[in-house]
T-cell receptor, first 115, second 113 residues
Framework: DTGVSQDPRHKITKRGQNVTFRCDPI?????LYWYRQTLGQGPEFLTY????????KSRLLSDRFSAERPKGSFSTLEIQRTEQGDSAMYLC?????????????FGQGTRLTVV | AQSVTQLDSHVSVSEGTPVLLRCNYS??????LFWYVQHPNKGLQLLLK??????LVKGINGFEAEFKKSETSFHLTKPSAHMSDAAEYFC???????????FGTGTRLKVLA
């Protein structure tokens, strides 16, 4: 399968713990995105990488959140001191090229439950 | 700022009847518009995208959408619903630079036998 891969698929953690999610984009896709989807809502943009550079971060991404893409390939999203409000589906997507109408390919997501 | 409004949170149709999922957009520039589908336990899949080349856009699985600038709409249609179409559908507009997506709140399509 050459699609976007996310790991783990599900994570249950206690409030206050740190969690880290991994995303492997489609090979050679230079753009990588993180979105968050809560129940009954559409996904919301969190952050965007072009190669290894993080070019934009949403105001939704508090100081407890950090994302990296060290070599321009896979990416990690870490949440420190998790809160119940962090419970959501975290989606990763990737795309290639530049400009408009660029299709983003999404992974199946990591569902986080904070108890 | 760009935004999309999906006018129906739930739509129910009988198998074999037409599907209409409504989306209005707001954009200060010529928008890029998409429809994605999300089946349970599966990733978001692109159905179709508006490229400004043609106002009627054909997508996968028999879906199509028409871009109407005067009405700021991008409604999704299918002539005949199939049971496998039951899913959540999202209307999406991209930002000015074409990389950040702004999603609608989704429309859950139910197909009745």
């Amino acid at each position: 399968d050459t699609g976007v891969s996310q790991d783990p698929r599900h994570k249950i953690t206690k409030r206050g713990q740190n969690v880290t999610f991994r995303c492997d984009p489609i090979s050679e896709h230079n753009r990588l995105y993180w979105y968050r989807q809560t129940l009954g809502q559409g996904p919301e943009f969190l952050t965007y990488f072009q190669n290894e550079a993080q070019l934009e971060k949403s105001r939704l991404l508090s100081d407890r959140f950090s994302a990296e893409r060290p070599k321009g390939s896979f990416s990690t999203l870490e949440i420190q001191r998790t809160e119940q409000g962090d419970s959501a589906m975290y989606l990763c997507a990737s795309s290639s090229g530049t400009g408009l109408n660029t299709e983003a390919f999404f992974g199946q997501g990591t569902r986080l439950t904070v108890v | 700022a760009q935004s999309v409004t999906q006018l129906d949170s739930h739509v129910s149709v009988s198998e074999g009847t037409p599907v209409l999922l409504r989306c209005n957009y707001s954009s200060s520039y010529s928008p890029s518009l998409f429809w994605y589908v999300q089946h349970p336990n599966k990733g978001l899949q692109l159905l179709l995208k508006y490229t400004s080349a043609a106002t009627l856009v054909k997508g996968i699985n028999g879906f199509e959408a028409e871009f109407k600038k005067s009405e700021t709409s991008f409604h999704l249609t299918k002539p005949s619903a199939h049971m496998s179409d039951a899913a959540e559908y999202f209307c999406v507009v991209s930002d000015r630079w074409g990389y950040k997506y702004i999603f609608g709140t989704g429309t859950r399509l139910k197909v009745l036998a």
